[in-house]
């Protein structure tokens, strides 16, 4: 029990978490003896190593002088609090990363607000020491006023702080010190991070995450709290609604290493896998079926994002993607929810619609592209925030919005938030940068990054974060210009695009295939126009100098699926298929537009 630690790393998002565990990884030996030589070990699904984010929890256990430490990395951005809050609840003590330049970020703030009221020991490491631009000194003071904003209490303020470099693997307490290795980490893990309590008594464990396997299905994760779990106990399930029965896992795994070893008995204070019970869910309690006692129900921040999500109807339905139908579509995103616990999915009047809430665009986009990789096509609305109520008074989410921005840029991304609702809150020097801070609405965010980074040059970098439900701010006007619709099927040419490039920008290049009601560029001008951009040059037998003039096209605008998802209107939607994603009207006959467009007037 006292050789067994349990620590979660947190950070905001590319502060270096996944980096530092792959150095610790190989200064142990663990990578030689399971023969990997993977970079990034931990971001193990495609999604997360193209991004560079980690989007899902992991487990894995490092031995270290006779030791063991059950490492959980944990996601850095809010909109996946739904796997923070879990895996914090099985972790003794936090390992809080912070860039030595960027200093704490909202996100930061994020998880070690939820790591402060689990009333777990921190230990901070200022990491990227080796960038030319690091302030390690003020970095720790913007550290510890975090805690006091956060209401530490004195045992969690007497931090330690190390100082090291997740990339060249080293780290220290004092800047001055020899920088060798990460022993100085593991030993601070050790000393500073308490181990588990030995609670005796009858079993208690509760699952904080889910794994599958096609051979043995449902795998459950979590942590024993209470007494010994062994795999010939009586035992039984809780569910989240207090149903209670009967359950006889088949195996028992614990982490070792990056691989999991079947074992007999788990001891209180470890983190297994258990194989075998079919129903089983995040925030379960899996017990002794003579004493059935219940452990606190993992609680989930409420959705703030909700986007329907319909089968695709567009000409080029099927073309594309495998899974097309309805049915389909639906159990998809039922079996998300399974292990997904901050998503919500909701049937619809209509039997193709589905509506699906999440905790930031960023949550259902990343779910949107594991679909679209999968096979499946779909189209989804514009995004649309939840509103409550209060008091009788409607209240709507506001988000902290931070950016970084060099001085001569800081007035006009003033006015752009400003424009949005949004309100100055804090604004200080850093370094090079000045770091403003806003309470912003979350619909005032839709789009903004685009046109801050186009106010800026793309010098600006934004973070935002949940903050909290407020009284309606009331509208925003939103200048947005209109869009160029295609009027018929078929390859876009050159020549067409051409003479249109001084009616606004093209999302589309010459010989791309679109199809009527297709969204094929932004307008100059705020009303929506069509255009045939599959008109080809008339060719006659006669030559004369300067009818042939060189075609100069510029290059399309192409967006990313978040970028896509921001900039539709309510009469717009998302074309999402495995190898395209288009924007397309709602109404693709122009008749249909018009009588739309008159009802919504009325």
């Not at 009333?119 to 990227?128: A, Y």
């Not at 000409?315 to 495998?322: D, L, N, V």
């Not at 665009?361 to 499946?376: A, K």
């Amino acid at each position: 029990m006292n050789k067994l630690r349990n620590i979660a790393i947190i950070a905001h998002v590319d502060h270096g978490k996944t980096t530092l565990v792959d150095q610790i990884l190989k200064q142990c030996q663990i990578f030689r003896k399971n023969q990997i030589v993977q970079e990034r070990f931990l971001d193990s699904n495609d999604l997360e190593r193209e991004r560079g984010i980690t989007i899902l929890a992991k487990n894995i256990s490092i031995p270290f002088n006779g030791y063991k430490i059950n490492v959980i990395d944990t996601p850095g951005h809010a909109d996946f609090g739904g796997e923070v809050e879990r895996v914090l609840k099985m972790a003794d003590g936090v390992l809080l990363l912070v860039d030595s330049f960027e200093g704490p970020m909202p996100q930061t703030r994020f998880v070690l607000e939820k790591a402060m009221s689990l009333h777990l020991k921190p230990i901070v490491v200022i990491n990227k020491i080796d960038r030319p631009d690091n302030r390690p000194q003020e970095v720790l003071n913007e550290i510890f006023d975090l805690f006091i904003e956060l209401d530490a209490d004195e045992e969690q303020l007497d931090f330690p702080v190390l100082y090291a470099s997740g990339r060249e693997g080293w780290a220290v307490f004092n800047l001055d010190d020899e920088r060798n290795d990460l022993t100085p980490l593991l030993n601070a893990v050790i000393n500073y991070i308490p181990p588990p309590p030995n609670n005796s008594g009858p079993t208690q464990i509760q699952i904080s995450s889910l794994d599958y396997n096609d051979y043995v299905g449902r795998i459950g994760i979590g942590r024993v709290f209470r007494g010994t779990l062994q795999k010939n106990d009586n035992l039984c399930i809780i569910k989240r609604d207090g149903t209670i029965h009967i359950v006889q896992p088949k195996q028992l795994f614990v982490f070792d290493g990056l691989t999991r070893t079947e074992v007999e008995e788990v001891v209180c204070g470890d983190i297994c896998a258990i194989v075998g019970v079919e129903d089983i869910d995040i925030g379960d309690t899996i017990a002794d079926a003579e004493n059935p006692e219940p452990l606190p129900i993992i609680s989930i921040d409420e959705p703030t994002i909700s986007m329907t999500f319909t089968v695709n109807n567009s000409p080029f339905y099927g073309k594309e993607g495998k899974y097309v139908t309805s049915r389909q579509l639906r159990d998809r995103l039922y079996k998300e929810m399974e292990h997904n616990i901050a998503l919500k999915v909701q049937d619809t009047n209509s039997p193709d619609a589905f509506k699906v809430s999440g905790r930031g665009i960023l949550h259902l986009s990343i779910l949107i592209e594991n679909m679209r990789r999968e096979g499946f096509e779909l189209q989804i609305r514009e995004p649309k925030v939840i509103y409550k109520e209060i008091n009788g008074k409607k209240a709507e989410p506001i988000e902290i919005l931070v950016v970084d921005v060099p001085a001569e840029y800081a007035g006009k991304v003033i006015e752009l938030v400003g424009q949005r609702r949004g309100e100055l809150i804090k604004m200080e020097n850093k370094g090079n940068l000045q770091k403003l801070e806003f309470h912003i609405p979350s619909r005032g965010l839709m789009g903004l990054r685009t046109k801050i980074l186009t106010a800026t040059s793309g010098e600006a970098t934004m973070h935002h974060r949940f903050f909290q439900y407020e009284y309606f701010k009331g509208a925003i006007n939103k200048s947005k210009n209109g869009v160029i619709i295609s009027m018929d099927e078929g390859p876009a040419t050159a020549y067409a695009i051409d003479s249109l490039q001084d009616r606004g920008k093209f999302f589309i290049e010459p010989g791309e295939v679109v199809y009527k009601g297709q969204i094929i560029g932004e307008h100059n001008k705020e009303n929506d126009i069509e255009v045939n951009i599959q008109r080809g040059k008339k060719l006659t037998n006669m030559r004369a100098s300067g009818s042939d003039k060189a075609i100069k096209i510029v290059p399309p605008i192409k967006f990313t699926l978040e970028e896509a998802l921001e900039y539709i209107e309510d009469d717009e939607m998302v074309e999402v298929t495995p190898k395209s994603i288009r924007l397309r009207k709602i109404y693709l006959d122009p008749n249909e537009r018009k009588k739309y467009n008159l009802g919504k007037a009325v």
